[in-house]
């Protein structure tokens, strides 16, 4: 337990860093709350992938990348000791937090351009249920590398399969389940 709150008090000081850095945005809802999604723009680099609804992801192609704000989540997790509590409450704190990445998407500038949403995760469980699809890292270097950078959240989760997955949702998915959500939300 000292180990874990001295790995989360260190990381609580260099998320600020990496923040800066990384060009990330918060992702807020309508009350102006910070969710545990932030996110900014990138270019596809991977193979061609053809999601459910048709829509074709190729190299270039502007996607919003994802990134849970581990700091945040991990606070808030600090008084759950069960595992299957654990899952259950990341799935209910992004589900939340989707509706917000749906307004985001519309107000950004580049909203035209925006293909759909892509992540990189081993917490993917229930990811289909929330509409994202998986695919498998398939570069065995790139996968070898998430594994590594993954590996503090996996502690903290008690995570015990390393094995990171893309997530994608295309954007008409993500407006079609999730927009109308956030417009109704008090």
């Known amino acids: 337990m000292l180990i874990k709150s001295c790995m989360l008090s260190f990381w609580k000081r260099i ?14 809802d309508s ?10 723009l990138t270019k596809y680099k991977g ?4 999601l459910s609804d048709g829509t074709v992801l190729q190299k270039n192609d502007v996607l919003l990348k994802i990134h849970l704000h581990n700091v ?21 704190i992004i589900k939340q937090a989707m509706p917000s990445l749906a307004m985001y998407i519309q107000s ?3 909203n035209e351009k925006v293909k759909g949403v892509i992540g990189i995760t081993n917490l993917s469980r229930g990811a289909e249920r929330l509409g994202f699809e998986k695919a498998p890292l398939k ?5 070898f590398f998430k ?14 399969k390393i094995n990171p997955v893309y997530l994608f949702m295309s954007k008409r998915k993500l407006l079609t389940i ?3 959500e956030e417009s109704i939300k008090p």
């Open 108 to 110: 950004h500038p580049s």
């Open 15 to 28: 998320d600020p860093i990496y923040f800066a850095c990384s060009r990330l945005t918060y992702i807020v």
């Open 139 to 143: 570069n065995a270097l790139y996968r």
């Open 31 to 40: 009350n102006q709350n910070r969710t545990v999604l932030r996110a900014r």
């Open 47 to 50: 193979a061609t992938v053809v």
């Open 178 to 180: 999730y927009a109308s």
């Open 147 to 160: 594994q590594v950078t993954l590996l503090p959240i996996n502690l903290f989760t008690g995570t015990k």
């Open 72 to 92: 945040k989540l991990l606070k808030e997790l600090s008084t759950v000791t069960n595992d299957i509590k654990r899952a259950v409450f990341i799935y209910h």
